[in-house]
């Protein structure tokens, strides 16, 4: 699902390359699927979790790792805060008190009605009667809002964080503009290679 995913991605750092080369900006395209390391570069809130945790490990595997002191400290990155002020929160601890309540304001964010995503009026999307777009779209059942909590308070509560396998934030891309060496390009590339419009004045 992840990698499924990752196209808009892509398309995200095409736009940006395209735009670093109308301001005369040089970039490119990595990879940056570090499990943490680019979140703390980021100034992310950041929760250690022990290995043993992060796996799922029983009483005996969990015993075993802290005699042998193989039980590491996992980084995960849980939220952006600057200033005091919460810029990205994910729907899960530590903001919310449980997965339940995480879960049910993941489905008030979607169906309040007059502000959810699902129930703004068609605020949100480009429908041209949204409203009535909106109302065609039935609410969670009750069933499956308990079912989803159940599972992610089992998830949460065997691995310490949710998804299981990384926490709430992933990379696999990053985007690097910067300034051109231009005196590297003139020596060691073909002219065509930087656009006029990259080459200072």
Not at 141 to 155: G, K, R
Not at 188 to 199: A, G, H, M
Request: net charge neutral.
């Amino acid at each position: 699902m992840y990698e499924f995913a990752a196209v808009e991605q892509g398309a995200m750092l095409q736009n940006m390359a395209l735009v670093t080369a109308a301001l005369g900006l040089g970039g490119f395209p990595h990879l940056a699927s570090h499990p943490f390391g680019w979140f703390q570069a980021l100034g992310f809130r950041m929760t250690d979790i022990p290995f043993s945790r992060t796996v799922g490990a029983g009483p005996v595997t969990k015993g075993l790792l802290k005699a042998l002191k193989k039980d590491i400290p996992i980084p995960t990155a849980v939220g952006l805060e600057r200033d005091g002020q919460l810029l990205i929160k994910p729907f899960c601890p530590p903001y919310y008190r449980n997965m339940e309540e995480a879960v049910l304001a993941f489905v008030d964010y979607k169906y309040a009605q007059g502000q959810g995503t699902m129930r703004d009026g068609g605020a949100a999307s480009n429908w041209k009667d949204g409203t009535s777009i909106q109302a065609g779209i039935p609410r969670y059942s009750d069933q499956s809002i308990a079912a989803t909590i159940a599972c992610c308070e089992y998830l949460y509560s065997r691995y310490g964080r949710i998804p299981a396998t990384n926490g709430p934030f992933r990379t696999l891309m990053a985007y690097q503009a910067h300034h051109l060496d231009d005196d590297f390009y003139r020596k060691f590339y073909r002219p065509e290679v930087v656009d006029d419009i990259q080459r200072p004045e």
